[in-house]
């Protein structure tokens, strides 16, 4: 049964009537009810219309419009509906748990799909993915790297009832179209929206599991055949230029893309300036090791062979054989070099004047009976950015040096905090390996190590940003949140890999030098300031356990307790 209230125009011509989830269609409302009220023309199970689709809209949009349409409130019987046999053989409700991926879309049948809306909606978001991902494909095909799994949503886009699969691209920050930021979030409960075919957080189409309604629903469906156009001139060029060829590829760490304000626009700007782009000549030197050193690779009749120039695919870095030793000695005796070498330069430019400040912090030096003095940034970076590539012990050590002789069992650089970035482009430059069937050996650590410069400068920079709160509170972060902050404003770094030996790789990054100690203010602003007074006292915890009468112990204990990285490291 129907009257007139339950009769809804669709378009100038057609009229739409539910009863529950039936709808039927007609071109005249009077033509719908007999004179009992009884309704009298053939009914479909779903309404839908083509023109409600519009380019890169994404599977969750469309899911969505009809539920709307549908008035369908358990998404389940859509996968009842168009999902793949094992699905459709199900007895009672689909668990809908189990099937969310819609960037894969594995359990959606696809004639069910492309019969009922009039395209093939799983090649039409495959096409849109590969679009996206062109670029980044020699780096990494797992699509967690690139996308979101949660809801991110432009706030224009979504009141017209439309969502991008584009927004869901980890590489843009802001919608191609109304060129404005994205969304992560509910307006009113704060909570993030999985991009999945769920009811968990969301209750009718469009609508949070709050109750607010993402989409402006009051317009239902009369604008979802607005064209919407990509304005962004970066977000064309990415998608209409495939920057991996047959003789070149790009290689980065999608998360320090990710970190970029605007990822998309940072890299294109970077591999079209000449300016900021080293290339490599085919050396590499080192004063530890100037030896090309083999590395195991491959099995021909059950032997193994060596190869001075050449890394191939078989090669891998989990391998524990002692014939990788050489090159992972080499690997991390050269970060130490690279360290050193930083460091010099630091202790003959700005760190020159501030040897004393330093050796103050260091000692845990102040007055008898006074506290302990205000903290010299410039010594607060460099001695806890040194303390950081320890990774433990005290940062007062009277052995405060870094020993390039410790034994090592495997892959490793100097720095732990960044040992998961550098073990990330390994993987990838022997994901690139396995495509291109080998590597240059030279080029190999080349690469390496222009990584792991760029990774230490960046965490000089980082600490001295630090140095202005915490030198002045005497206070440093704990490991974990200098962990999880290691990417904050990291500079992005590109390699531009030839396919031939013969072409030049370049290393392209914008920014690479220490920049930020000119900010800093030292509170001793004179020579004579600076210099350690003889009343001044190391104050060092084991010289103060010994004096059992000692009142500052605690006082002491405190201090480090709060300057102590690893105080809580877990």
């Known amino acids: 049964m129907v009257n007139n209230k339950s009769l809804e125009r669709c378009h100038s011509k057609f009229w739409i009537c539910r009863v529950g989830n039936i709808y039927g269609t007609c071109l005249n409302s009077n033509n719908l009810l007999n004179g009992k009220g009884v309704l009298i023309i053939i009914m479909e199970r779903y309404v839908w219309r083509s023109e409600w689709v519009q380019q890169f809209e994404s599977p969750w949009s469309i899911v969505e419009k009809l539920c709307y349409t549908n008035v369908i409130l358990k998404r389940g019987s859509l996968l009842k509906r168009f999902g ?67 809801l991110v949503w432009c706030e224009e886009c979504i009141k017209e009832g439309y969502h991008s699969i584009l927004h869901q691209f980890k ?34 189409a469009f609508t949070c599991k709050c109750g ?6 009051k317009k239902r469906w009369n604008n979802w055949g607005k064209q919407f156009e990509i304005k962004c001139e970066f977000t064309k060029k990415w998608l209409e230029t495939n920057y991996n060829t047959e003789k070149l590829s790009i290689l980065f760490l999608p998360e320090h893309a990710v970190a970029q304000n605007n990822p998309i626009k940072t890299i294109l700007e970077m591999l079209e300036n ?8 085919g050396n590499v030197k080192s004063t530890l090791n100037k030896l090309r050193l083999p590395v195991t690779i491959s099995n021909n009749n059950n032997q193994k062979y060596l190869h001075n120039h050449i890394i191939d695919n078989n090669f891998t870095l989990s391998s524990m054989r002692s014939v990788n030793m050489p090159l992972y000695n080499y690997l991390y005796s050269q970060s130490i070099y690279i360290f050193k070498s930083i460091e010099s330069h630091l202790f003959n430019g700005e760190l020159k004047k501030h040897k004393s400040c330093i050796k103050r912090l260091q000692e845990l030096r102040r007055e008898e ?21 320890k990774g433990g012990g005290s940062f007062y050590s009277n052995h405060f040096s870094i020993d390039p002789r410790k034994s090592i069992h495997g892959f490793e650089v100097l720095s732990g905090f960044f040992q998961p970035d ?22 190999f650590k080349w690469i390496i190590m222009k990584f792991v410069s760029a990774l230490y400068l960046h965490f000089f920079n980082y600490w001295s940003k630090l140095a202005v709160e915490g030198a002045a509170n005497k206070w440093t972060p704990k490991y974990n949140e200098l962990n999880n902050n290691r990417h904050k404003e990291i500079p992005l770094m590109i390699f531009k890999v030839r396919n031939s030996f013969k072409e030049t790789t ?28 003889p009343s001044e006292i190391s104050h060092h915890p084991m010289a103060l356990a010994i004096d059992k009468n000692s009142s500052y112990l605690s006082l002491t204990e405190r201090y480090i307790k709060n300057l102590d990285i690893f105080r809580l490291r877990s």
């Not at 607010?212 to 629903?217: H, P």
């Not at 009976?369 to 590539?389: G, L, N, Q, R």
């Not at 920014?511 to 350690?532: E, F, G, M, V, Y």
């Open 212 to 217: 607010v309604q993402l989409a402006d629903l």
């Open 274 to 281: 000449p300016d900021i782009h080293t290339d490599y000549d």
């Open 506 to 533: 370049s290393f392209i990054i914008e920014k690479n030098s220490i920049d930020n100690l000119n900010k800093l203010t030292c509170p001793c602003n004179s020579n004579n300031k600076r210099r350690i007074k």
């Open 422 to 443: 550098v073990e990330q482009l390994v993987k990838i430059l022997l994901q690139y390996t396995n495509q291109h069937k080998s590597l240059d050996i030279g080029l």
């Open 171 to 204: 590489l843009l920050k802001h919608c191609p179209i109304h060129m404005k930021g994205l969304i992560q979030s509910c307006s009113n409960c704060k909570s993030e929206i999985p991009y999945e075919f769920s009811d968990i957080a969301l209750s009718a």
């Open 84 to 150: 793949k046999e094992h699905i459709k053989t199900l007895k009672g409700p689909v668990k809908i748990g189990k099937y969310v991926n819609l960037f894969t879309m594995d359990d959606f049948e696809e004639v069910s799909l492309t019969n009922f809306f009039g395209f093939n909606l799983l090649k039409q978001n495959s096409e849109n993915i590969n679009k996206m991902i062109n670029n980044v494909s020699m780096i990494s095909t797992e699509l967690t790297d690139w996308f979101n799994r949660n």
């Open 369 to 389: 009976k006074e506290d302990y003095p205000e903290i010299c940034p410039f010594a607060y970076t460099y001695i806890f950015w040194k303390h950081s590539f």
